[in-house]
């Protein structure tokens, strides 16, 4: 779930803060009964919550991908909702639920990475979308194989100091045998991880820092 402490206010706030204590307590049924109540009201924060609970179906929630994929779309169509736009192209990459489409994938990873303060996509997505996006020019995943692209997205993503995309950098150049900046990479991202290892594990830089690549790290 994403807290949206920039747009809560009155009783959208409290309602909020009730919604995050159930599932603190893994009381998903109340948690989605307070986001759906606060989404038919047109609360658009709302609406990406929704689509996040029918997808993960936490506890005392029912999966239904077919549901989740509705809100996702209610919240691009009425308010451009990056965090919905990562959702949809976390479901067409995976293609677990729904048939794969690696085009439909970029199309809404690139447009969850675009938008801008005050309202981008989450933290703990950006690191997820910037490898995501890089995987796709480097191998030619619904776009035409690019290095060049490659290589930008995920240095624009080193640069917010996420780990992930600094150790997949340094394996693009492995790959294109820049092997020196390979390595000089390599320990950027260990030393990097280090330092926000010992002062907090649970930084958002350190997202997907220790998975391994494959069809299905998105979640």
């Known amino acids: 779930m994403v807290t949206r402490t920039?747009?809560?206010?009155?009783?959208?706030?409290?309602?909020?803060?009730?919604?995050e204590a159930a599932l603190a307590r893994q009381d998903g049924s109340t948690a989605l009964n307070i986001f759906s109540n606060l989404a038919e009201k047109g609360e658009w924060?709302?609406?990406?919550?929704?689509?996040?609970?029918?997808?993960?179906?936490?506890?005392?929630?029912?999966?239904?991908?077919?549901?989740?994929?509705?809100?996702?779309?209610?919240?691009?169509?009425?308010?451009?909702?990056?965090?919905?736009?990562f959702a949809l192209a976390r479901l067409y990459w995976n293609g677990t639920d729904i048939p794969t489409d690696y085009v439909k994938a970029h199309q809404h990873a690139q447009k969850a990475l675009a938008a801008r303060e005050p309202y981008r996509l989450a933290e703990h997505y950006r690191p997820m979308a910037y490898v995501m996006l890089g995987s796709m020019y480097?191998?030619?995943?619904?776009?035409?194989?690019?290095?060049?692209?490659?290589?930008?997205?995920?240095?624009?993503g080193a640069g917010e100091g996420f780990v992930w995309p600094i150790f997949e950098l340094s394996k693009l150049e492995l790959?294109?045998?820049?092997?020196?900046?390979?390595?000089?990479?390599?320990?950027?991202?260990?030393?990097?991880?280090?330092?926000?290892?010992?002062?907090?594990?649970?930084?958002?830089?350190?997202?997907?820092?220790?998975?391994r690549p494959g069809k299905n790290q998105w979640d």
């Open 6 to 19: 920039v747009f809560r206010g009155g009783d959208t706030g409290s309602s909020w803060d009730a919604a």
């Open 45 to 85: 924060l709302a609406y990406v919550e929704v689509g996040n609970l029918l997808e993960l179906a936490p506890p005392g929630v029912q999966r239904d991908i077919d549901g989740a994929m509705r809100w996702y779309r209610k919240a691009i169509f009425e308010s451009d909702d990056p965090n919905a736009h």
């Open 138 to 156: 480097s191998n030619g995943l619904g776009v035409i194989a690019d290095i060049e692209k490659a290589r930008a997205v995920l240095r624009e």
């Open 175 to 211: 790959k294109c045998w820049h092997i020196f900046e390979s390595i000089r990479l390599r320990f950027r991202a260990s030393r990097i991880a280090g330092q926000l290892l010992a002062t907090d594990p649970n930084d958002v830089r350190l997202v997907g820092a220790n998975v």
